[in-house]
């Protein structure tokens, strides 16, 4: 079996982890135009890297964990600044309302809580896959989730009984 040219490799990698690190990124921000550059960015450095990131058990995570570190830093530069946001669309204003109170829940979160609830259930990632994304223990993952969890519900006015 050949193995596929490095920069095909990348192309197809690319269509299928750029809405991944998104989503991610959306739902830890909010402010899309942010978001979309920052996704391309940690897309960017993975291609000049491809020759060592293709070979990654995880290569999606590896690009997660460089994005998350970009977003963090932009946050840093401007967290003076107020979100931008999203404009929901008209005809489903019910649906973004609901999608949008959550990401606007998820934004109130600490920047660790935040990252592990995303990670978890947004985009289904194991404890033991987010531990290796934010560079922490699993039994740290699992903290962050559980108070997550509570903050979330605490900001939702559901009760903790979920």
């Known amino acids: 079996m050949s193995t596929p040219e490095p920069d095909q490799g990348f192309a197809e990698f690319f269509r299928t982890c750029l809405p991944v ?12 135009r942010v978001v979309e550059d920052i996704a391309q960015d940690a897309l960017v450095i993975a291609q000049h890297r491809w020759a060592d990131v293709h070979a990654y058990d995880k290569p999606e995570a590896w690009v997660l964990k460089v994005a998350i570190r970009l977003m963090r830093r932009w946050q840093q530069r401007h967290q003076h600044e107020t ?7 008209v005809d489903a204003v019910e649906h973004v309302q609901e999608v949008e109170a959550l990401h606007s829940a998820l934004r109130q979160l600490s920047p660790r809580h935040r ?3 995303a990670l978890h259930h947004l985009l289904g990632y194991p404890v033991s896959e987010i531990a290796a994304v934010l560079m922490v223990g ?3 993952v699992r903290t962050h989730l559980t108070r997550g969890r509570a903050e979330l519900r605490r900001i939702l006015g559901g009760s903790d009984a979920d």
Do not use: F, Y
């Not at 690190?21 to 899309?32: E, I, K, P, Q, S």
């Not at 979100?83 to 669309?89: E, F, I, K, N, T």
């Open 83 to 89: 979100p931008l946001g999203s404009m929901p669309a």
């Open 21 to 32: 690190v998104t989503r991610t990124l959306t739902a830890l921000n909010g402010d899309t």
């Open 115 to 117: 990252e592990a609830v």
């Open 138 to 140: 699993e039994s740290t």
